[in-house]
């Protein structure tokens, strides 16, 4: 049984709080937040009490934490987990600072305490099966990857303001599924992008749509696009394509049911956005981050496949702003 | 809070077992099975212990029982648990005999206790949205009806044998799903069979492999088909097609992995079987006469509806035998 | 050059005398209808000349019929072009009198010249792969067959009255698609139908909506549903279940664009009726009856395959009639 | 009555040749082909007869030129054919050189005469469709296109060291497809590459493998990918994003057969090549030529477009050889 302390009590942390309470390998113990009252609503329903990050982290019973609290607190959660000895389950990102991310990682390490990031992309029953396909060999020598990526509306201007923009707080999922796909790393970027979705998002000063190419030192390629809006839902599609053929994994939606009418053939759009289309992975997540405590097993994707993903985001950025490729800097 | 005896530790006793201890409005009190160590393994990881018929019943801490108990077990006790005042959910069928499911029911009745019978197909989100669809008036008038459904691979020839056949244990969920589908009393049944499975299936008196058409008065009409064994898996199709077009629930599969390749392109088989195809559904069907033990609301489906499909099962045994179209006797 | 003399000039003549036409292998002599007009303006355009049939069938150029006229001019034609010594490519049915059809047969075999029966379907490119399928062993012992086939609308009143009913009419192509699947003859017939479409339909003594059942003596099973109105359009689905698999001929379309809207997923609908969704298959039943002219082959679908269509048809209205299973009458 | 005289006489010739000779309102006079053997046996099959260069143009019979010959020859047929008076149907490219191409087209224009250029897909039934839609707004404001375009296996090295290489050989259609569907010009474009599927192409200075982006103005993207070898045969994906939704012409395949087996479903792959994919397309193309010659109207795609297309292969050229983002020069 671990013994979880959850940092967060937002959208994200519902599920994390919903998923760890109905794991029969876990148990919920804190949930922290500043939000006091949202954090009391998940520890009343899910289990365990409120309680100030000092005190959690002192409880010698809490064997690990799930943070899932504002991207700027990430790393100093994880620092002051990784020192109370804590297991660390961390939502992407670390850090939008790729030298935060690096000074927070040696912390971690210093402490030798386990450190899983939350790619939860990479749990997803279809994507897996896809990269199980690839390690078999079905696609032969992967050589182009193809992955649409687009949410089915813009976050609030808001959030948009601290997220890091585009390819660090969206893209970033796809560089880590362009990674792991791919089992090389891409060392070249080029990112192009423009903002037709809402020009708030523009005088914010980000993006919401783009268009960016992966290259490995081997040659494979990788095309990523994204939108901030969609109006049939969440557009999830990955393509590897390569010397003996391509296994695609194409959206899911919640019913089989077709229509035939006079206007044609219809079927119900893809599921709506991310808690519909990934429940499955969040739960896979959670299931390997506790396997891997009880089998003393390093988790994955690691605190480096965090900084490497970071370090794709941050080459999109200066590519896009010096319209060139730009060499992956480590 | 919903406290449960449950019948029965087998294969389908796990899952309801399972849906009662992760339901937060459910409690899993006894588990009563005549192999007591099945029933104390599911008591001891769902909750509850293990207890005799009587003591369950007894019990008036019980709030509801659960019947997934072997067929010939189910009459008697719905009778004793409705005695006893709980409220029943019981898997289909009642009971194999028509007289004895009448009888059973009066008693029932006379007691004054809910119960809902486990059609569970009813609660498959995919079907639930055709029958949306079709209420709604998507089809138009509904005027024919055509289900598939086929198992994996025969089931042992021991079950067969108490099993009442394949009209009374495998197509009653068609008889089931036509009635909730057509929203109108087939009349008139006409069957046809044989058995190309498994030649012992014959010895043992039974069909493998059946083809069925019902009416209704107004001349709606509805084609079934079924088999024993799928090479490909579980298929489950329906398809309503009406005056103002056609809805069908297609079959599912586990991921939307697409493979191409130089022979072709190719996906993955549909769900093998019940256990893997339906959960929603089972998930779905104990919320829903939970929904109504809260809200004091009749379940559904009801006995009636248990009764009626064995009426068109009956139907098509005889049907089958006379080489001619039968009316349904109620 | 197999030179053709074609009776019929009206809708199914003009996809025939186009493909005449186009065909490099054959050239249109004569077109003969009572229509006069309608006879030249085909002949204009495809060549040829007008002329009657006893004219047309004295010129010793003629090699061939082509006869497309109205279903009651059927056997005497055949018997007319088999005396002088033509080869016949008749449409579908030959009569709708059995005893007709069985004196015209023996007239066109005493004759000793081919005849082709136009089972269109037969020549299209998926039903032909899935008859391939069959035939290598995709679905291992055929034991299963359904065939789904809908019209887009009911033909005029007029027609209808003419027409032989739904079974020996529309049915009957499904009966030839059932005993081609099959591939063993089926023995015993089971129809029910209804009038759901238009009363009128009713009015006239016929049926628009049936469900017909064929076994075959192994105890293979086949069933079959027509409708006279389907809103979406032609829908023309085959699917043959066996022992090793299945394989399914699903409806085409005109496009493979596939819209993503607020609404869901949207495509066109199948083609809209036959002239559209069968140009291949007559083209390539016209290149087959060649074949066979010019290799002295006997060409098929033969003469006794409308002959056991149509017995089929005559059991099914039987079956109707009697409301029980009929064996079907050769 | 439109008589043509066709140069070239190879693969696509042969295509051009037969869609002649079977189109009602053309005519085909003349075959010139270097090889005279090859030009004789169209010129058999097809109508006419063969003839030099200055012989068919000098016919004043002849209305209209048909130019397959290989690409080098392109630009001074078309400047003689022009001069002659002649309307010029031409396959792309106009020539390798995007000076030549402006000469020639300065030629042609200052002759008067109407001219075509041969981007076949862009009459593709599935391609209309999906233009159609975009125009309709179906997909709102264009902001994203995808296009996925790939070859079943590399041409003979040979013809890879005179093609001009994957952007102007390859690419340039779908750099046609792009324009067409975007709306807008393409200001800037980037390109990567590789050379993954055969070692003796990067041996020529050539490329196999690529991946594209381009920028209009108003800042909509496009992403294309080329490969020259797809085990699954001719993969030819569209997709158009926007603010309303998206449309996606899919690929085709020459059956509608399924399979569904205990390895899972199965379904042939998409058509092979350009020969079975796109005969529609073809005869369209020669439609629409024919149409415009009959009613005075401009043809369209224009020789602009092809020098449009050019510019953006040149574009890529120079983008992949200096690693960022290039202008299109026009």
Redo the contacts between chains.
């Keep these: 049984m671990i013994n979880f302390c959850q940092f967060g009590a937002g959208r994200i942390g519902q599920i994390h709080a919903a998923n760890i309470a ?1 794991n029969r390998r876990a148990s919920l113990r804190y949930v922290v937040d500043v939000h006091e009252a949202a954090a009391k609503r998940l520890a009343d329903e899910y289990g365990g009490t409120t309680a100030d990050v000092g005190a959690a982290l002192a409880d010698p019973e809490v064997d690990a934490v799930l943070i899932a609290s504002s991207t700027d607190t990430h790393a100093d959660l994880m620092e002051r987990s990784a020192k109370a000895g804590k297991a660390i389950y961390c939502e992407k990102p670390i850090d939008l600072d790729m030298q935060r991310v690096k000074t927070c990682l040696e912390v971690v390490d210093a402490a030798g305490v386990p450190l899983m990031l939350g790619f939860n992309r990479r749990f997803d ?2 994507f ?3 990269k199980a ?1 690839v390690r078999a060999g ?1 696609v ?2 992967v ?2 990857v ?1 992955i ?1 990526s ?1 949410d089915p509306g813009p976050p609030p201007i808001e959030y948009i303001k601290v997220s890091g923009g585009l390819f660090r707080d969206m893209m970033i999922h796809d560089f880590d599924i362009a990674r792991w796909l791919l089992d090389e790393e891409p060392v ?1 970027v ?1 990112a ?6 809402d020009s708030k998002i523009g005088d914010a000063g980000d993006v919401d ?3 960016v ?1 992966l ?1 490995t030192a081997s ?5 990523i ?1 994204n ?1 901030r ?4 839902g969440y ?1 999830q599609r990955i393509e590897v ?1 390569g ?27 893809p599921y709506n956005f991310f808690l519909e289309r990934y429940p499955q992975a969040y739960k896979a997540e959670l299931d390997h981050f506790i396997d891997c405590l009880e089998t003393k097993t390093a988790p994955s994707p690691t605190g480096n496949d965090g900084a490497a993903a970071l370090a794709l985001a941050e080459a999109a950025v200066r590519s896009y702003a010096e ?3 730009v060499e992956v800097e480590v």
């Design positions: 109905a029953p279809s897996l099966a896809l396909g079905r032969g020598s050589e182009m193809q649409v687009r070249e080029y192009n992008a423009c903002c037709l979705v749509t783009a268009a190419t290259r040659g494979k390629l990788c095309q696009s939108s809006r969609a109006v049939y557009d394509f010397s003996a053929g391509m296994l695609q994994a194409e959206n899911l939606r919640p019913t089989s049911v077709v229509h035939s009418g006079a206007e044609g053939i219809h079927s119900d759009p319209r060139r490729a």
